[in-house]
């Protein structure tokens, strides 16, 4: 197994690694072509702001690399946002895989959604996690929902957790920080 994990600048590497590496799994920090398109298998991780991220992507190439990628993709927070086509942080234009929006949470509840939430979860990332179980998230925006979705969630209003079309997946949540669960889906895209 080649698991690499596309660096740009932004995102959760460390604790990412650390996940993996407890499932018996080592991954490549990379923004090399090359290096991204051997993988068996790319995490597409993020933490921060979606314009300026999709400026690192765009800086590199990776902008146009990323959704032609045909082995397992897992986006990660950000990194799922930026497959999508819009996101109103920054007003920025998405990589198109999921054909959905990213939108800021409007609510009187505290932005940004931290903390734990259940997600009612099926297909292949959620062999073996029973519905509702407890995922840990931080956001102020979020992908709605559309045929893409495979993970439900609500705060305030109903949205879309995961994702997944092909090839391509993304969480909105945490998985790397989500405890046993997140363990089980990090080793179902693994086995994917």
């Not at 068996?40 to 800086?59: D, N």
Request: aromatic share 8%; net charge negative.
């Amino acid at each position: 197994m080649n698991v690499v994990i596309i660096d740009y600048g932004a995102g959760n590497i460390q604790s990412i690694r650390f996940a993996l590496e407890r499932l018996g799994a080592t991954a490549t920090l990379s923004h090399d072509a090359v290096e991204i398109k051997k993988a068996t298998h790319v995490i597409f991780p993020g933490v921060g702001e979606a314009s300026s991220a999709m400026e690192k992507l765009q800086a590199t190439g990776l902008d146009t690399l990323i959704p032609t990628l045909t082995q397992p993709v897992l986006g990660i927070c950000l990194g799922m946002q930026l497959m999508c086509n819009h996101s109103e942080e920054g007003n920025t234009k998405g990589l198109g895989v999921f054909n959905t929006d990213v939108v800021r949470f409007k609510t009187n509840l505290n932005v940004p959604h931290m903390g734990w939430n259940t997600v009612d979860g099926k297909e292949a990332l959620f062999q073996g996690i029973p519905s509702n179980s407890h995922f840990y998230m931080v956001h102020s925006y979020y992908a709605k929902p559309n045929a893409d979705v495979v993970g439900a969630c609500t705060y305030a209003v109903p949205f879309a957790a995961a994702l997944s079309k092909n090839n391509f997946y993304g969480t909105q949540f945490h998985p790397e920080k989500s405890g046993v669960v997140g363990a089980t889906l990090l080793q179902n895209f693994l086995a994917l």
